[in-house]
Nanobody, 125 residues
C-alpha cells in the first residue's frame, strides 16, 4: 500500500520557522511529482509548493514565495517544506501528495492521487 507520512507540524509564533517532512514508505519518490498542499478550516485545499520530477521545476503559491522552500533528499526518500517567517494566515493542515498521472497540472490538488494524513501547522502568539 502506497503510504506518505508527514511530520514536523506544530505551534509556532509569527515570524518563526518550521520544517515539514514527508517520507514515502513503499515507493520511490524520484519517479513521482510531489507537492505540498494545505487546507485551512472553511477553505479549499490549495497547492503550496510543488515539484515536477519531469523537468525538475518547482512552483510556489504566490503568498509563500520567498518564505517557503521545497527540497528533497533522494537517499532518504523524503521531501521537505522549509517554512520561514510564518504568518497566522499560514495556519492549516499541511499534506504532501504525489501524482502518478502522465499528464497533470502542477500543484492542482485534483491531479494528485495519493495523500498523506496531514500535519497541523498553527501560527499564533
Amino acid at each position: 500500500q502506497v503510504q506518505l507520512v508527514e511530520s514536523g507540524g506544530g505551534l509556532v509564533q509569527p515570524g518563526g520557522s518550521l520544517t515539514l517532512s514527508c517520507f514515502a514508505s513503499t515507493f520511490d519518490l524520484r519517479y513521482y511529482a510531489v507537492g505540498w498542499f494545505r487546507q485551512a478550516p472553511g477553505k479549499e485545499r490549495e497547492g503550496v509548493a510543488c515539484f515536477n520530477n519531469g523537468d525538475f521545476s518547482k512552483r510556489y503559491a504566490d503568498d509563500v514565495k520567498g518564505r517557503f522552500t521545497f527540497s528533497r533528499d533522494v537517499a532518504k526518500n523524503t521531501v521537505y517544506l522549509q517554512m520561514n517567517n510564518l504568518e497566522p494566515e499560514d495556519s492549516a493542515l499541511y499534506y504532501c501528495a504525489i501524482s502518478s498521472k502522465l499528464q497533470f497540472r502542477l500543484c492542482v490538488p485534483e491531479d494528485y492521487d495519493t495523500w498523506g494524513q496531514g500535519t497541523q501547522v498553527t501560527v499564533s502568539s
